[in-house]
């Protein structure tokens, strides 16, 4: 079985401080690991993924993840928040071998403050 | 590219009615797509997972008389809310993906459900 843990349930951090959200993961196989954001009453926005190659992945806004084998992590960075990042964040995960069924995480709160 | 579309944004409905929210791919073809449900505060839960042109498959708990899954084609699924109750207010939202084994998710906006 796969699963995800965000053992954050908000984070707070101040705009232009940098941003990190924490994510580790539990698959049988190679994971494919992902990063949502939602905003009020709207669906999920995909930020980035990890699928092979290289550890630190870029994506959308600015932000970036590193994967950490050893450390089943995954863990979301953005250099410098905005207060426009203030959302709900979501990780997720899917396990080559079992298919194309994502879990997710239960979700970490950003708060960035002006 | 890669937009998901959901219709309606929002219902409200009586108690005991069927309640259809629609799940388009507008750009890119939709082999599979997940219907999943989301309380307040909380993560998205899965429901079901709905291949075009065959069955459903269910997630263990969920209902499958309750919430019909169709897939007629490769843009659209249906998922009907059958005999609504207010414990089946909540918010769902689907996601497509192509191919077999597609590596990403696109999620539409969301449904917000709301039976009285």
Redesign the interface.
Same mark, same amino acid.
């Given at each position: 079985a796969q699963s995800v843990a965000q053992p954050e349930d908000q984070v707070n951090v101040a705009e232009g401080n940098p941003l990190t959200v924490k994510c580790t993961y539990s698959v049988s196989g190679n994971p494919?690991l992902?990063w949502?954001v939602q905003y009020p009453?709207? !669906?999920?926005?995909?930020l980035l993924?990890y699928?092979t190659g290289d550890n630190l992945v870029k994506g959308s806004y600015g932000f970036e993840a590193e994967f950490n084998k050893s450390q089943t992590s995954f863990h979301l960075k953005k250099p410098s928040a905005l207060v426009s990042d203030s959302a709900l964040y979501?990780c997720a995960v899917?396990d080559?071998a079992a !298919?194309?069924?994502?879990?997710? !995480?239960? !979700?970490t709160r950003v708060l960035v403050k002006p | 590219g890669a937009v998901v579309s959901q219709h309606p944004s929002r219902v409200i409905c009586k108690s005991g009615t069927s309640v259809k929210i629609e799940c388009r791919s507008l750009d890119f073809q939709a082999t599979t797509m997940f219907w999943y449900r989301q309380f307040p505060k909380q993560s998205l839960m899965l429901m079901a997972t709905s291949n075009e042109g065959s069955k459903a498959t269910y997630e263990q708990g969920v209902e499958k008389d309750k919430f019909l899954i169709n897939h007629a084609s490769l843009t659209l699924s249906t998922l009907t809310v059958t005999s609504a109750h207010p414990e089946d207010s909540s918010f769902y939202i689907c996601s497509a993906g192509a191919g077999v084994n597609t590596d990403t998710q696109y999620f539409g906006p969301g449904t917000r459900l709301t039976v009285l």
């Open positions: 494919y992902f949502y009453n709207r !669906g999920l926005q995909f993924k699928i979501f899917r080559k !298919g194309n069924k994502l879990t997710f !995480g239960g !979700g | -």
